[in-house]
C-alpha cells in the first residue's frame, strides 16, 4: 500500500534535498578529504579504509542523484505510456544497481566469483521465485547482477528503504512491494501479488529469513523459539550461518505461481559488512564473495503447503552446509597464507 501522496512527497522532498546536498559536498570536498583521510589512513596502515568508504558513498549519492533525473526525463518522455516507461524504468533499476554493486567491488579490490550449480542460469522464457540469503545491503544487488537483462526482478523490501529516493521513486513506478515488520497476512498478501500475471522473463525476489542475519539476531530468534516451545527450535540450532525462513511469503508466492522455477541464491564474504561502520573500519578489502545459485525446476517444488515448507526447510539446510564449506575453506587457505 502506497502512502498518501502528501507524506510521500514530503519524505523525497526531505531525501533528495540531503542526498543532492551530500553529493555536492562529497565532491566538493573531494581534494581536502583525498588529502585527510588519505593520509591518516598511511599513518594508521589501514589500506586506504577511510578513502575507499567516501569514495562508495560518493558513488552512491551520485547514482542517486543521476537516477532520479533520468527518473523525471523518462517519466516526462513517455507520459501515459506505461509498458514504455516500464522498460526504461526497469533498464534505470538495472544500471543504478549493477552500477552500485561495481563500483563496491572495485573500490574495495573484492574478489568476486559467481557460478551456476547447474552450469548455466534457467532459460529466459520461465518464470522465477528467487530465494536469497540476506547478512547486507550489498547482497540486494546480486540477483540483478546474475539474471538481468535476461530476467526482470520484482522486489520484496522493507519499507525503510523508501528513504532511499531511487528505490522510493522508481521502486515504486515497478511492480516491487514494501512490506512492514510484523504486518502479518496484509503483507503476505501484498507479496503474493507480485506474482499475480508474473510474465514469462519475470521473477519475484524474496529474502526468506525476513530481516539480515547476525549472529546476535540468531541468537535472539533462537531464544524466543526455545522461550516459547516452538518445535522449530530444534531446526533453527541446526542453523550455523542462517535464520530459519520465514514461510508465509514463500508460500504465497507458490501458490499464486506453481509453474514458476524456484532459485535459491546463496553467498559468503559479505557477512563482513553489515554496517556502514564495517565499511569505514576496511573489512572488506580484497574479500572473497563467492556467489551460487541453484535452479530448483517447478515440478520438482511441492505445491502442498505442508510439504513445501518441508522442502524449503531442508534447501536452508543445504545452503547453510554450502556456507559453512565456503567459510572453512577460506579460513583455512587464509591460515595457510598466514
Not at 56 to 85: K, Q, Y
Request: aromatic fraction near 8%; charge should be positive.
Amino acid at each position: 500500500m502506497r502512502d498518501p501522496l502528501p507524506r510521500r512527497w514530503l519524505r523525497r522532498l526531505v531525501t533528495t534535498s540531503c542526498v543532492s546536498g551530500l553529493a555536492l559536498a562529497l565532491w566538493a570536498l573531494a581534494p581536502l578529504w583525498l588529502l585527510v583521510l588519505g593520509s591518516y589512513d598511511l599513518l594508521a596502515g589501514r589500506r586506504g579504509a577511510s578513502v575507499r568508504c567516501l569514495a562508495v558513498l560518493t558513488v552512491f549519492t551520485t547514482m542517486s542523484v543521476l537516477g532520479l533525473i533520468a527518473a523525471l526525463a523518462v517519466w516526462i518522455a513517455c507520459g501515459r505510456r506505461h509498458r514504455r516507461r516500464e522498460a526504461l524504468d526497469y533498464a534505470l533499476q538495472e544500471r543504478w544497481a549493477k552500477t552500485l554493486h561495481r563500483g563496491l567491488v572495485w573500490i574495495y579490490g573484492i574478489r568476486l566469483s559467481e557460478r551456476w550449480s547447474s552450469g548455466a542460469p534457467p532459460a529466459p522464457d520461465r518464470r522465477l521465485l528467487v530465494l536469497e540469503r540476506h547478512t547486507s545491503v550489498a547482497d540486494t544487488l546480486l540477483p540483478i547482477q546474475l539474471l538481468y537483462p535476461a530476467f526482470r526482478l520484482r522486489y520484496v523490501m522493507k519499507r525503510e528503504l523508501l528513504w532511499d529516493p531511487c528505490l522510493d521513486v522508481i521502486g515504486q513506478r515497478l511492480p516491487n512491494a514494501f512490506v512492514e515488520r510484523g504486518a502479518g497476512e496484509r503483507d503476505v498478501t501484498l507479496v503474493a501479488d507480485l506474482a499475480r500475471d508474473l510474465p514469462p522473463g519475470a521473477g519475484v525476489l524474496i529474502f526468506p529469513e525476513g530481516t539480515r542475519c547476525t549472529p546476535a539476531r540468531r541468537a535472539q530468534v533462537l531464544g524466543k523459539l526455545r522461550e516459547r516451545g516452538d518445535p522449530r527450535a530444534d531446526y533453527a540450532a541446526r542453523l550455523r550461518h542462517l535464520l530459519p525462513p520465514r514461510r508465509g511469503g514463500v508460500l504465497a508466492l507458490r501458490q499464486r505461481a506453481p509453474d514458476a522455477d524456484v532459485v535459491v541464491v546463496g553467498h559468503t564474504g559479505y557477512e563482513k559488512v553489515r554496517t556502514l561502520g564495517d565499511l569505514w573500519g576496511g573489512s572488506l578489502i580484497g574479500a572473497q564473495v563467492s556467489v551460487c545459485a541453484w535452479v530448483h525446476p517447478a515440478a520438482d517444488v511441492p505445491r502442498d503447503p505442508e510439504a513445501c515448507s518441508a522442502w524449503l526447510d531442508a534447501r536452508w539446510l543445504e545452503l547453510d552446509a554450502w556456507i559453512d564449506a565456503q567459510t572453512r575453506q577460506r579460513e583455512a587457505v587464509a591460515a595457510a597464507c598466514g
